[in-house]
């Protein structure tokens, strides 16, 4: 099956960048999502197709993905970007949804 | 505003069943897929089901196909998901969510809590 690897945790000072990566077999050829969720609350979705923003996410995230490497940077971060960050693709060869094991941000 | 509200959550024994919905408003129900996700208590994301905006379409995740059902009912703007045969394994923060471009789930749900114990 599909898998996506994160890393456990990423530590930041605040107004510096925070950089998560989601790790796959050739995840450039798939549209990553991410999300973004905070104890007690419902995800987030704060990146689509790579690279797009919802409405209302602030422009300090950004995505990017190319090889076998997902990335969300989140840059200038401020203190309520301290939460749980998810990578998530469609495995067209299985035709099913696959979420990373997840990133928690830490704002120092 | 979109909006997503679960119910049916509960406390049931091994082997039982239970059954969710979420009720949907604020968008044309039909014309998108829903989702349900799920998280065990201090897990990641999982997730459980697809089905399409018709609902003639459906995926399962392997650990729960043979066991869960997802439907919709798009005159009642209704999203549910079956569970039988649950196990201890099933329980978790079950969340629907809305089906959006590149297959990502825009909105979600408050999450409804299903724990199985005996």
């Known amino acids: 099956s599909y898998v996506l690897t994160q890393p456990p945790s990423v530590s930041v000072a605040p107004g510096e960048t925070a950089r998560v990566t989601c790790g796959g077999d050739n995840i450039g050829s798939k549209s990553v999502n991410w999300y973004q969720q905070k104890p007690g609350q419902a995800p987030v979705l704060v990146i689509y197709y790579d690279s797009d923003r919802p409405s209302g996410i602030p422009e300090r995230f950004s995505g990017s993905n190319s090889g076998n490497t997902a990335t969300l940077t989140i840059s200038r971060v401020e203190a309520e970007d301290e939460a749980d960050y998810y990578c998530q693709v469609w495995d067209n060869s299985r035709d099913r949804s696959v979420f990373g094991t997840g990133t928690k941000v830490t704002v120092l | 505003e979109v909006q997503l509200l679960e119910s049916g959550g509960g406390l049931v024994q091994p082997g039982w069943s239970l059954r969710l919905s979420c009720a949907a408003s604020?968008?044309?129900?039909?014309?998108?897929?829903m989702n349900w996700v799920r998280q065990a208590p201090g897990k990641g994301l999982e997730w459980v089901s697809t089905i399409s905006g018709s609902g003639g379409t459906t995926y399962y995740a392997d650990s729960v196909k043979g066991r869960f059902t997802i439907s919709r009912d798009n005159s009642k703007n209704t999203l549910s998901l079956q569970l039988n045969s649950l196990r201890v394994e099933d329980a978790a923060v079950y969340y629907c969510?809305?089906?959006?471009?590149?297959?990502?789930?825009?909105?979600w749900g408050q999450g409804m809590l299903v724990t199985v114990s005996s």
């Open positions: 969510a809305k089906g959006a471009t590149g297959k990502a789930f825009d909105y």
């Open positions: 604020g968008f044309t129900f039909s014309s998108y897929t």
